[in-house]
């Protein structure tokens, strides 16, 4: 039922949106052109302020599929505004006998997926455009009543960054889930470490395990930026301190 409520939903911002759609070419002509498009998005989005979510649908032909998926998109990034939980765990490994330094990091980004038509429900489209080519259709949404707001000194800031994956969307997920890594980090409500320290033969053996657990309160995504030169997609996101 609850499927059914947002394909609904999603329906109806596609049959509103699908008109204003234009005609431009599927296909950008070169990579260059592709993120001088991109970051023009992000810079536009950007400008909108807090509490505004963006999604692109990526390379599709079809005007109401893209739009569809951008939407959803930019629902799913107010459901992590409102529910995400991060667990990082990280793992240190110091053994000098062995020469070996090892830091490794687990991570699980937690929200309720089912909660994902309530959200829809309380958000309005700003924005609907077609840009075509990787960057398919734009979708940028806020609240109907704006949630509560909040000095910048409330916040606290990371970044993230990944190599680009092959639909936009999916890194501008990536992106912004490390950033949330980072934000967990910094900013845990929860931290519980175990370390074990011991010399052997004037060698020094250390293992340290670190579980970070943080609720990202008003989980909020900054900006976005695209380097062409390393295909890099960079997040900046903050959450309430």
């Given amino acids: 039922m609850r499927k059914a409520k947002l394909l609904f939903l999603l329906c109806i911002f596609v049959l509103l949106f699908s008109s204003c759609s234009s005609t431009s070419s599927e296909v950008q002509s070169s990579s260059n052109d ?3 498009q991109v970051n023009e998005v992000f810079d536009t989005y950007a400008d909108y302020g807090s509490q505004v979510f963006i ?8 005007h109401e599929k893209g739009y569809f998926e951008a939407t959803a ?11 995400l939980i991060m667990r990082v765990d990280v793992s240190i490994d110091v053994n000098t006998a062995l020469e070996r330094d090892s ?32 960057v398919g259709a734009v979708v940028v949404a806020t609240y109907t009543t704006p949630q509560d707001s909040h000095d910048d000194s409330d916040y606290v800031y990371a970044d993230g960054t990944v190599f680009t994956y092959y639909y936009v969307q999916d890194s501008m997920f990536a992106a912004a889930y490390s950033a ?4 967990a980090l910094e ?14 033969n004037e060698n020094l053996i250390q293992n340290s395990y ?18 062409p030169e390393t295909r890099e997609y960079s997040c900046r996101a903050r959450a309430l301190k």
């Fill in 103 to 134: 830091f490794r990091t687990y991570s699980d980004a937690l929200y309720d997926e089912a909660r994902l038509v309530d959200v829809a429900s309380r958000l309005e489209i700003l924005e609907a455009k077609w840009i075509g080519g990787d």
């Fill in 55 to 62: 999604g692109l649908s990526g390379p599709y032909t079809s």
């Fill in 187 to 200: 900013n845990a409500e929860l931290s519980a470490v175990a370390s074990n320290v011991e010399t052997l």
């Fill in 210 to 227: 670190q579980i970070n657990l943080s609720k990202l309160k008003g989980f909020e995504i900054v900006s976005y930026s695209y380097n």
């Fill in 34 to 36: 592709f993120a001088t």
């Fill in 73 to 83: 998109n930019a629902y799913r990034m107010a459901l992590l505004y409102e529910d």
């Fill in 180 to 183: 949330a890594v980072n934000l």
